[in-house]
């Protein structure tokens, strides 16, 4: 039984690659014909495979329809989660998990600095938008009309000398992260705390939310807090890759500091 399952099941990556005869999905099994037909059958049956009038069979409509309730019900807090205490321990700095709702960023999950300075955020709490790493991500992914417009209609407060002053320029900014994958708030909320982030993206590649560390200068600079970029990174793509099936795509560390041409 346990052999024909897996047969089965091994049908459907090769149809998610495109409709394919009998011949083909027989030969994919190393199986015979008759074998590969009572197995497509079967899968055709419950309407995980459909077959075409030109005889060939593709993934059927029921097999798409329990995909996509399985994505909509993935909790990516919950998938997150033992991620972010990795990297807190590995770190030591608070760790930050947000999506986008509402117009809003909000933090969804927080794992705290073992450090004995500490941030005051809290779950649940919109972020400051203009400014937060978390929310560059977020908004930089949206698509370029619906983007504008969320920028537009946005107030810019000068919480420091280094907070996005106006829409033009937060618009370049969000360009900017949008081509380079990561973000980064130097001192741009509040002077003394700076934070990277990265994005955790779906199966469609779209960002459902995104992570964060950050710190308060009196336990690191920005400069040292750039260096955990890679390993923030790398995270995110493990919670990607978890979240959506893909296998995660590790990045390099960036050749230059990424605030230098950066007012």
């Known amino acids: 039984m346990s052999q024909t399952v897996d047969r089965a099941l091994s049908i459907l ?3 998610a690659e495109g409709p394919a005869d009998l011949g083909r999905v027989a030969d994919r099994l190393g199986v015979h014909k008759s074998t590969a037909l009572r197995l497509l059958r079967t899968l055709h049956d419950h309407g995980f495979v459909y077959r075409q009038s030109d005889q060939r069979y593709r993934l059927g409509a029921r097999l798409i329809a329990l995909a996509q309730e399985a994505m909509e019900n993935l909790d990516v807090r919950e998938i997150a989660h033992p991620h972010l205490v990795r990297l807190n321990e590995q770190c030591g700095h608070t760790v930050h998990l947000a999506v986008y709702e509402e117009d809003e960023v909000l933090y969804i999950d927080k794992v705290e600095s073992r450090y004995p300075v500490r941030m005051y955020s809290r779950i ?3 972020v400051a938008i203009t400014v937060a790493a978390v929310a560059k991500l977020l908004l930089a992914d949206l698509p370029e009309g619906e983007r504008r417009a969320v920028v537009e209609k946005l107030d810019y ?3 420091t000398a280094r907070s ?3 829409a033009d320029a937060f618009l370049k900014e969000l360009a900017k992260v949008r081509e380079q994958g990561w973000a980064t708030d130097l001192g741009g909320h509040e002077e003394s705390i700076n934070c990277v982030a990265a994005p955790i993206r779906g199966a469609d590649g779209r960002v459902v939310a995104a992570m964060s560390v ?5 336990v690191v600079t920005a400069d040292e807090l750039l260096t955990l970029l890679p390993l923030v990174r790398r995270t ?4 990607s890759g978890e979240y959506s099936g893909r296998t995660p ?3 390099a560390e960036p050749q230059h500091h990424p605030d230098k041409d950066t007012p």
């Open 13 to 15: 990556p090769l149809l």
């Open 214 to 218: 950050s710190a308060p200068n009196v």
């Open 157 to 159: 407060p000068l919480y």
């Open 236 to 239: 995110a793509d493990a919670i």
């Open 164 to 166: 996005t002053p106006h």
């Open 249 to 251: 795509v590790h990045h």
């Open 124 to 126: 649940g709490k919109p």
